[in-house]
């Protein structure tokens, strides 16, 4: 089988030998390099799979490096090292070609993981399996790159110790992913061959809510025909994950506290008690405790579910995970609507890393089906993007949204007058023109031919 061959370019001695040794213990082939400059000219000598940037380097910094590689050879798969945890560094690397961006110190499982999201070779996927089961080596199957989201996920791994964990509570806003870290707090316990199990308590009204958790005899109520087996009869062995649980209403409070505290309980309607030997994990976007002083939550209730807070940050506050998480979103529904999209644009990227996100993942996520399903060539359309992200990234860079976009002005008119503004501001100079406009000179003039601007009395023959 033939070897993955690797680029390393790093200008610290002691993080070059580590990687290079860890890379090397797991079948790659390294080469190593100390600057940019040395990279570029090993990579130059061809047969090289994937490269490994440090983004500060002498000499030759890895961004400068990335550009020059891909001048070689536009193809070339990067990936960038870098200490600066910022979205402004992400973006100019994604923008310059890298494939993807790792934040320092970073884990061996990370580095594979992005290693074997990128190349689509038998040999990478038989190297790593052993050390990444799911995206980005998190065996839980919740996709991250942000410390904020390490330190959830270092808490879920230390609360699950054995099959009777106390109750977790997951707090955070609506869209963070609470389901995910529910479903990953199961899927790494002793329980995760047993049921898991979820309901939303806020979509019930309250009298099927009580039925749906415990159940109910035959004639308990009007339309109980049937002895029927409540969630935590179901669940049994496993978890139940009860969703939005601040909107409970009291008289369940009870009957859940009860559960909670003695792990038993009765069906509506029964006389006989039944042992539910289940792990609870709960989850709200509600301030619980302010909702205990207006009296709207039983305060006994909140300590119990209270022992092992954890709280999901807001997507806004970990934009390190965007980019990350709009790829994984991309495979999903590449598979789902059979399509072949392989690339965010920079430009893209930059609206992403911009938006504020108060929707948070559940609002990425649907952007991300949008664009897969609605972009006909290999990357996403920008215009596939809603109008408010690309208005709101407009005004942050460049002011208030023009009156003549407003005016409803067709595409042509208007890059036809931003081309006579450029020109009239250089005084006809095509280069000076041309730079105004972030575009090349060559650009400039196709543009100019086909609005027949040559003409012009201000456009000089340069």
């Not at 997951?170 to 899927?187: C, D, F, P, R």
């Not at 504020?356 to 290999?378: C, F, H, M, T, Y």
Request: hydrophobic share 40%; glycine share 6%.
């Amino acid at each position: 089988m033939q070897k993955l061959k690797i680029i390393l370019a790093d200008d610290d001695e002691l993080i070059r030998h580590s990687l290079e040794k860890e890379l090397f213990k797991r079948d790659f082939e390294v080469s190593t390099a100390e600057n940019g400059k040395e990279a570029l000219k090993k990579y130059s000598r061809g047969n090289t799979d994937l490269l490994l940037l440090d983004y500060t380097m002498p000499v030759m910094d890895g961004l400068e490096t990335l550009c020059e590689i891909k001048k070689i050879d536009k193809e070339a798969v990067v990936i960038m090292l870098t200490a600066m945890d910022d979205a402004e560094t992400a973006v100019k690397a994604m923008k310059a070609g890298a494939h993807d961006y790792i934040v320092k110190p970073f884990s061996m499982d990370k580095l594979l993981g992005s290693i074997k999201n990128i190349i689509k070779q038998p040999c990478v996927d038989t190297v790593i399996q052993h050390d990444c089961n799911v995206v980005n080596g998190n065996p839980a199957g919740v996709v991250y790159r942000s410390e904020k989201m390490a330190g959830v996920m270092r808490l879920v791994s230390q609360v699950i110790v054995s099959m009777d964990m106390p109750v977790v509570l997951l707090q955070g806003e609506t869209g963070t992913g609470k389901n995910l870290v529910a479903g990953a707090i199961h899927n790494m316990s002793e329980r995760r061959q047993m049921p898991f199990v979820e309901i939303n308590c806020g979509a019930l009204p309250d009298h099927l809510l009580e039925s749906e958790l415990f159940g109910h005899e035959k004639g308990a109520f009007t339309d109980a025909r049937t002895q029927k087996k409540g969630l935590f009869e179901i669940a049994d062995g496993g978890t139940l994950f009860l969703d939005e649980i601040g909107e409970i209403k009291m008289d369940v409070q009870i009957k859940l506290l009860r559960l909670i505290e003695e792990k038993k309980f009765r069906r509506l309607g029964g006389t006989t008690d039944i042992s539910a030997d289940v792990n609870i994990v709960a989850a709200t976007n509600k301030n619980l405790s302010e909702a205990v002083r207006k009296k709207e939550f039983r305060e006994d209730l909140y300590y119990r579910l209270n022992v092992i807070p954890i709280t999901i940050p807001p997507l806004r506050d970990r934009k390190e995970d965007i980019v990350p998480l709009s790829m994984h979103f991309m495979g999903l529904y590449n598979k789902k609507f059979n399509r072949s999209i392989n690339e965010i644009p920079g430009e893209v990227l930059e609206i992403l890393l911009e938006h504020d996100w108060p929707g948070n993942i559940r609002e990425l996520r649907n952007i991300i089906e949008k664009g897969v399903l609605l972009s006909a060539g290999p990357s996403i359309r920008i215009d596939t993007l809603p109008v408010e992200l690309r208005q709101h990234v407009y005004k942050v860079n460049n002011g208030p949204f023009p009156d003549n976009i407003r005016s409803g002005r067709s595409l042509e008119e208007m890059e036809r007058n931003m081309l006579l503004q450029a020109l009239g501001h250089s005084n006809g100079n095509q280069s000076q023109a041309a730079r105004m406009l972030n575009i090349g000179r060559d650009a400039l003039r196709r543009r100019m031919k086909k609005y027949d601007l040559f003409d012009s009395n201000f456009v000089s023959a340069n």
